[in-house]
């Protein structure tokens, strides 16, 4: 599956943006992925394919939603509130079999977008 990811930006702090992974094929969970500069990447939210249960990092649990259209190919993110510690490269990627315990593990996840960079002045 082929994922492209978009919607970054330059905006200030406490203002809002979608993100938005596009897939080429049904039946994956999505998940979004964070890195900014000097740290690891980090899991941020997640779609299951099956039942569509969403899963978040603490750090963005109130502020951000991720969902995903009817035809089940676009996976949006729904930012909210945004801090200057949000800044980061957001990668969103994909798999058809990943368990609950490896969502948040990069290596889980076999295919890959690029990233779009988000930047959240104070």
């Known amino acids: 599956v082929q994922l492209q990811a978009s919607g970054g930006g330059l905006v200030q702090a406490g203002d809002s943006l979608r993100l938005s992974c596009a897939a080429s094929?049904?039946?994956?969970?999505v998940v979004w992925f964070r890195q900014a500069p000097g740290k690891e990447r980090e899991f941020v939210a997640g779609?299951?394919?099956?039942?569509?249960?969403?899963h978040y990092a603490d750090s963005v649990k109130v502020r951000f939603t991720i969902s995903r259209d009817n035809a089940k190919t676009t996976v949006y993110l729904q930012m909210n509130s945004l801090k200057p510690e949000d800044t980061a490269v957001y990668y969103c990627?994909?798999?058809?079999?990943?368990?609950?315990?490896?969502?948040?593990?990069?290596?889980?996840?076999?295919?890959w977008g690029k990233g779009t960079q988000v930047t959240v002045s104070s």
């Open positions: 094929a049904r039946g994956y969970t």
């Open positions: 990627a994909a798999s058809s079999r990943v368990i609950l315990s490896s969502l948040g593990i990069p290596s889980s996840y076999a295919y």
């Open positions: 779609i299951r394919w099956n039942g569509g249960t969403t």
